[in-house]
């Protein structure tokens, strides 16, 4: 499902309350991998009921979901003809959910730029060099726009032609995080988190009884570092960055980051954005859409919306080889 390099890093745990076991496990799915440190106070779950009840939620996520599975249930619509079919419960919610962000972000998160991202080299197993011909940009432009080629009305989705189809990279790996997050839950178990290929849930509290402690990559192509340490309870955060998967042709740098209206990469100077909020599912879709609207119009949209939103920026010219900026509910997290 990922088609984007992912920012998050959990910060190691070293310590645990007193008697309260901590049960780690980890794994792969959706072409990533998934990380979960759970607090047991009672020692009544064993790392294989965990583990059991983890994949389990993540194989009927990739049986919904995945792009890469021809069975798949959205694998099975992208291969269908102009039309509309009945989905189920998680792919409808997923669905809604991308509804909502993209027409609450101008438009500028999209699950139909699949298209796009492919004419531009950035798809799974792909890799080009140079930049494609604009003949080759408006021919995939014309089968993309979630606007234009699909409606959504309740359980039911419709498209508008053959050849029109939705990629969930962007939204569907955080819906993936919190479908593990229930399922841990159901264990009986309330401090935990939960982390695929960085989108990432935490409930509760960690072993040393405080906020999880969560450390956001400096965006550098040069090594991997922390740029800042957040706290985060009982909330959704992914972040999105462009500078892990780009191409350079004369000089240009070309990331894999589409802006759906013009079908080309984003070229403001915003290197990273992370958004926390109610569940990973939201988290991720906006963390995609903030970083390709860009600092000055993702803020504006980030505070219409009370979004919290930590936006980084290229400071060429300066000490400061980065800057950040907050949103109010993002700050408001933090103090």
Partial sequence: MSRRNFLIMPLVLAACKANAAVIETSGATMGTTYNVAAIDPDNAISQQDLRGAIEAALAEVNAQMSNWDASSEISRFNAQGAGAAQMSDGLARVMAAAQQVHLESDGQFDVTVG??????????????????????????????????????????????????????????????????????????????????????????????????????????????????????????????????????????????????????????????AT????????????????????????????ERNDLAVMFVERNSGSDQPFAITQSSRFAELQA
């Fill in 115 to 272: 298209p796009l991202i492919d004419v531009w080299g950035f798809g799974a197993g792909q890799a080009r060099v140079t930049a494609p011909s604009d003949d080759e940009i408006a021919a995939a432009l014309e089968i993309s726009g979630q606007e234009r080629h699909l409606r959504l009305q309740g359980k039911q989705l419709e498209k508008s032609a053959q050849g029109v189809e939705i990629y969930l990279s962007g939204i569907g790996k955080g819906y993936g995080v919190d479908r593990v997050a229930d399922a841990i839950a159901s264990l009986g178990l309330t401090d935990y988190m939960v982390e695929i290929g960085g989108d990432l849930y935490t409930s509760g509290r960690n072993a040393q009884g405080m906020s999880w402690r969560i450390g956001i990559e400096t965006p550098d192509v040069t090594g991997r570092s922390v740029l800042k340490v957040v706290g985060a309870s009982d909330l959704g955060m992914a972040t999105s960055g462009d500078y892990r998967n780009y191409f350079e042709q004369d000089g240009v740098r070309y990331s894999h980051l589409i802006d759906p209206r013009t079908g080309r990469p984003i070229t403001h100077k915003t290197a990273s």
């Fill in 275 to 302: 958004v926390m909020t109610e569940n990973a599912m939201l988290a991720d879709g906006w963390a995609t859409a903030m970083l390709i609207l860009g600092r000055e119009r993702g803020l504006e949209i980030a």
